[in-house]
């Protein structure tokens, strides 16, 4: 939305000031058009000097990017003096404005949030006019990083001794957010570090399979995971203490003898009930949806107030608060992640299962969570562990009736079992975080074995040997779909139109061209062969619409960019994006020319159709 000050306003009021130029930060792509619209009609132009210093500039940056010289708002820039800048425009056109906004030529920048990032783009003020931007559809507060990025473009190294942030007032600002954003430590940086099939196949070509551990321990990755395990050792070392008035008594582990006679009375309750059959992750997730953990559920997160199982089905429960104050029951299945993140909460017998006290801090730590945490690996147990029926019809329904320790060991076998159960939690997770990256890396190398890529020793095949050059997201789905023939006899057309609707990972909603039948008839083999490989790896969106404009652009070769553009509603950048990133996946395919002579050629020919008008213009 735009700024509640009119744009016009906005910029005449800095101007006045002497606070230009600036730079705008608005919540999306439109809200930055709408701002350049409000310029339309304004009675404040730039002095000739001014606007031809813009048209030099302009025409220096049109000399290497010719696609600048058509672009709609340049006669706003001249005449005004300023811009915008987001995603939805041509790389050369946010080139062209970086470069005005470098030589002092423009008093605004109307951008979103992604300007904060990366990009050496400063300026003597920046104007917020929100407090959280919009991510896969929803809004989400700011970070402390993001609002500090946002700040830190103000002041221009060598001709502001000042730079000034200015916060509009709206009715949709938070400046608890904002404040705590301006004052607050950034959020830690967390590796974003993973284990893909093409990794795997390439470390395995230049090292032994006994090698690798050695190497991801090296990792950054692995660093911070022995970090955390390092926490929580010493929360461990806590739990030891508290288990020492519980030491050996006349049995050297009283605690697991008695856990044995409870866990057997419990199965020869109901032996006669039917048998549950959960999926091991949901049993191993289970183990650590302790009171006060924070979880991750379908779009939101929460903490766990209690666990139990239902009454009929036997079914694992959780009872969450959720960040508006609510407290559901939801079904351990829906738990989407488990953080490594937990907060003291003192229980009760009754609603809310948590004592007052305890739920209102529980309620303030929940809305004061980072955007990002880390998350709990947990390590999925091959089987479950059951006691066999003849055993259960051997205990009888006493532990130890004539053991002397028996009253003690009565007494306290509910604490020292909590305990003992929060001892076993801890063991786990640090296990998890010590073994997590070798163990996600064992999980792969178990899976290029059984679609043979790799052998049983953990050697290349023939297949790993070329598949390992497929190094782009999807790549099991990619060498797959080699192996099987599908694009034999594929035109360049096809190809290329496959190979975006695999690259293309936004569902944004639009319009698009029509898809070809044999375009049409090879993506229904594409979603069928992703289905099977769901277990393995996440299927892509498989876009036909998206598959059809990039088919348009390479089987027509007289269409032009703008003509292409006209033909669906999707923003020129990321129209440009889309072929951008499919030119990579068809370079993929070009790498295989000693295996796959036939593929390469037609990957070859659709990127030379793919580089024209403002293709062409990539690095």
Known sequence: MPPSIHPVDLIATLRQKHLTPAIVFLTS???????MEAFDHAKTILPPARQEAIATALARVTEQYPSVAEHPLIPTVQRIGVAAHHAGHLPSWKIAVEELMRQGCLDAVFATTTLAAGVDFPARTVVITQSSIRKSRDFTDLTIGEVQQIAGRAGRRGKDHVGFAVITPSPYIDLGVLTKGLTGHPEAIDSQFTITYPMVLNLL???????IQAILAKSFAQFQLNQRAEVLERKLDVVHEQMSPFGPRICTDW????HTFDQARRQKSHRHQTQRHE?????????????????GLSRSRGIVLRQYRSKGQKSPMVTVLRPDGAVTECPAAIVSEVFDRHFDCEEAPTYPWCTAASFDELSYQLNELPTRLPVLPILVPKEAETIPDSIVQTLGDFPCPTCPSRPACQKDYVVASRLRQEQHRQMKSIQALRTS???????RVEALQRFGYLTPAAQLTADGDWARLIRIDHSL????????????????????????SIA???DRPGAFPRISPGLSSLLGQVRKLAETLSPYEDPPLLRADVAALAERWIGDPNLTWIGLCRTTTMAEGDIYRLL??????LSQLHTLKATHPGLADTASQAIALIRRGVLEELP
């Open 255 to 258: 605690i697991t003898q008695w």
């Open 580 to 585: 951008a990133r499919t030119l990579e996946f």
């Open 477 to 500: 789905l990619i060498t797959e779909l080699i192996r099987a023939e599908a694009f034999t006899g594929a035109e360049p057309a096809v190809l290329t139109g496959v190979m975006a």
């Open 437 to 443: 990256l070798w163990h996600r890396f064992q999980e």
């Open 29 to 35: 792509r439109r809200a930055c058009d709408e701002a």
């Open 504 to 506: 293309h990972d936004d």
């Open 279 to 295: 999926p091991p992750d949901v049993t191993a997730r289970f183990h650590f949806l302790t009171p006060g953990r924070v979880i």
């Open 205 to 211: 070509k230049a090292h032994p399979h006994e090698q």
